[in-house]
């Protein structure tokens, strides 16, 4: 099977609302799983997923969000979830060893983002203009608007720039035009 587009990128970062802005542009996808087209979410970076996409899609793209956004709302996530990604990625028994969560999520943050950006080869959208994504595959309306989650976040910006990741962060990040 040929997907025609995987989003992939970090929790958070704004994958559902791009799943159903790909779905308004007629695009079969699936949120957090593959459908006719493709999909977009974090869980199409576990290694069952990734076997099914890699090599075999005609676009996978980094979908990206602002560091400091993106880390301080996932303080939503439950531990399973970092479990996950730290699993999937091979940094578990280093990530178990972080007790406090904004830095645990500031790593995860940046280990999920170094592995998106390389299998995306670089190809990347920031979220914050979506519309970017028509630069790469063909979209009917830029316009389309995706529903945005409305959790309520509490500000952690002091302590994401205190995090020991925060300078890698920042020059990771400086990629995207952040």
Sequence with gaps: MKYKVVLIGCGRSGTT????????????????????????????????????????????????????????????????????????LGTINENKKIKDKVHLASKVWLDVNKYCYEKSDGIYINIENHKMIGDIIEMKDLHAKGRRNKRPHKLFTKRIL???YWPEIQQFSQKFGY
């Design 162 to 164: 205190s995090s020991p």
């Design 17 to 88: 609302f791009m799943t159903d802005v790909l779905k308004k542009n007629g695009y079969k996808v699936g949120h957090e799983c593959l459908g006719q087209d493709g999909g977009c979410g974090w869980k199409l970076l576990e290694k069952h997923n990734v076997d099914l996409w890699e090599g075999d899609c005609d676009n996978v793209i980094h979908i990206v969000r602002n560091p400091l956004d993106c880390i301080a709302s996932m303080q939503t996530h439950v531990q399973s979830l970092f479990d996950t990604l730290s699993v999937n």
